[in-house]
Structure formats: structure tokens, C-alpha cells
């Protein structure tokens, strides 16, 4: 692929593109075999959806590269999430968190399906609750606008003891359902890691190709909201996707589980190899992730689902980030 000349980048953009689709296929058979709803969202999208950050901070880091990049990627990626790729499918489809009225079925079901509904909206709620104590804490690191090794190991072991919250949480559900992982499992996880390796293989050649270019918009400079953009593209499909199927439990989660991977655990693994500094519009960045991920709480909270209104509102916050941010990057 490396020797095809000017095919080279299209190839491997296709190949980090199905990759990440190999890895989303296989979410459909994990849904079914133990991982459900919220925490399918919380524990697994993530790092499927989030798996080209995560290789994105290793490669940088690994090569010297500029943190103020990396900063830039989780942050282009977290506000994205929770503003546009939220904000939009609601507007579009709009997006009721109440359960349906079922029109069949013993009134155990449906008490069972409205006790699953308010499981799945307290887990929802502690996703965002950790949304913002994740971006509070990073703000909280960044005031003397850098990130340094102890503020990396920091934001790495709270992330560590997140998932292991979730890692209990399944093995706890499974076995109140009396209720084991399928013995596809192992070969679901192979896919994943063939997926990841894939991931791995294109994004370095990516970094490494954009790197020598420094002229454009599709050059160095613009690193950072190149890779953020590109490596959104899968969980876009999977918020429009569980959108259209009606599904905003998943939507939520992982839109939200997606943005714990970059914050704060892309951020924590590059300053474990030199100190990030902030970018220029690091503050604006932190501040919309803040107010959003607020306002989901708030909406979710309170009125059990957000109206469409407010995802024109989160789409117009997306539009005053990249107004922001473009011209400081440029």
C-alpha cells in the first residue's frame, strides 16, 4: 500500500475506515452476549470507536511529536461527540427517553421494562457525571497550561479505576441473570484486535504522511483537527445509527464513554512521555464541553430526554468551536 504513490493516503484512510467498522460489526454480537444497553455503551464502544485516539497519543508520543496535537485531537474528538454528533440526530429524530407505551404484554413486563428504562437513565447520568469530573479534573491539572508526568498518571489511574467500576458491574449483572459470556467471545475479541491492529498500521503511516507536508490545510499544522475529524468518523455512525434505531441509551453512552478514552486517558498516556502545553483555545474547548455536558444532565435528569430545540443549540455550539479554534490553529 506504502508503494502505490498517490493512491497511498486513500488506501490507508480506507484501511483505518474499515477497521473501524470490522470492530463495530462485532459490537452487535457482544450486545448479545452479555454486554447490554449502557454498558455495552460505556465499557465497549469506546474502544472500539476510540481506538485510533489511543493509537493516535502512542504514535505522537513515540515519535517525538508535538503534545499540543494530541490536546488538540481529544479535544476536536470530546466536543464533537457531545455537542454535534449528539445535538444533530435529536434534532433530526429527536430523541424521547421515556419508554414506549407497550400496547401487549403482563403487567410484570412492562414494570420490568420501565424498571430497565430507569437502570438505564441513572447509568446514563453517571456517564455524564463522570464526563464532567473527568474534564474538571484535566481543567483543574491544566491551569499552568501544561500537563506534566504526575498530572498524566493522575488522569490515567482515575480512567483505571472508572472501567473497573464497569468490569464489576457486568460480572455482577451476569450473574444476578445467571447469565455467562458465549464461547465466541475469544474470536469477537481476535476481530477486535485484528481491527486495532489495522488501526495502528494506518494511522502511523497517516501521522507520518501529513507530517512532511507543511503547506494547506491538509498538512502539520492542522494535525491535530485532521486526526480528531478523521477518527470521529466511526462513532458518528454508531450515534446516527442507535438514533435511527432508537436506541439513545447507547447513543448517550457512547458518545460520552468515547470521550472518557481521550479524556482523560489519551491525554494521561502523552504526558507520560514529555509535558503537553495547552493550545490557544484550549479554555473555549473545556468550557463547551463543560456547559454540555451540564445541560445533558440537566435534561436527562429532569426531563427525561433532551428536545430538539437543544440539539439545534448543541449543533450551534459545534459550529462556536471551530469558529474559535480554526483561526487560533492557523
Known sequence: MAASGAWAPWLFLLLFLAASFLMIWRLEALNAGGLEGTVLGTLVMPYCSGIGNLIFAF??????????????????????NLTLLIGLPVAIWGMNREPAKAQKGSKKQKQKEVQEHKLN????????AAVLFFTGT???????????????????????????????????????????????LPVDLALLGLGAYATYVSTDWLVDWIGKIHTGFISAKYLGWLSGWLMVVPNGVLAFYY???????????????DGHICIPLC????????????????????????????????????????????????????????????????
Request: hydrophobic share 45%.
Open 243 to 257: 438514533a435511527r434505531r432508537g436506541n439513545p441509551e447507547v447513543v448517550y453512552t457512547s458518545q460520552a464513554g
Open 121 to 128: 437513565r441513572l447509568s446514563t447520568l453517571l456517564t455524564l
Open 59 to 80: 504514535v505522537v508520543g513515540a515519535k517525538g511529536g508535538s503534545g499540543t496535537e494530541v490536546l488538540t485531537n481529544c479535544l476536536v474528538n470530546n466536543v464533537t
Open 267 to 330: 491525554i494521561g498516556i502523552y504526558a507520560l512521555y514529555r509535558p503537553i502545553q495547552t493550545p490557544a483555545f484550549f479554555e473555549t474547548g473545556m468550557y463547551i464541553l463543560l456547559v454540555s455536558a451540564c445541560v445533558h444532565f440537566v435534561m436527562i435528569a429532569f426531563f427525561g430526554r433532551l428536545p430538539r430545540f437543544v440539539g439545534w443549540i448543541l449543533t450551534a455550539a459545534y459550529g462556536l468551536f471551530l469558529y474559535k479554534g480554526l483561526p487560533q490553529q492557523g
Open 138 to 184: 484535566t481543567w483543574a491539572l491544566s491551569r499552568d497550561h501544561q500537563i506534566n508526568f504526575s498530572d498524566g498518571l493522575a488522569l490515567i489511574a482515575s480512567f483505571i479505576f472508572w472501567q473497573c467500576i464497569h468490569v464489576f458491574e457486568v460480572l455482577k449483572s451476569n450473574v444476578r441473570k445467571n447469565r455467562s459470556f458465549g464461547w465466541m
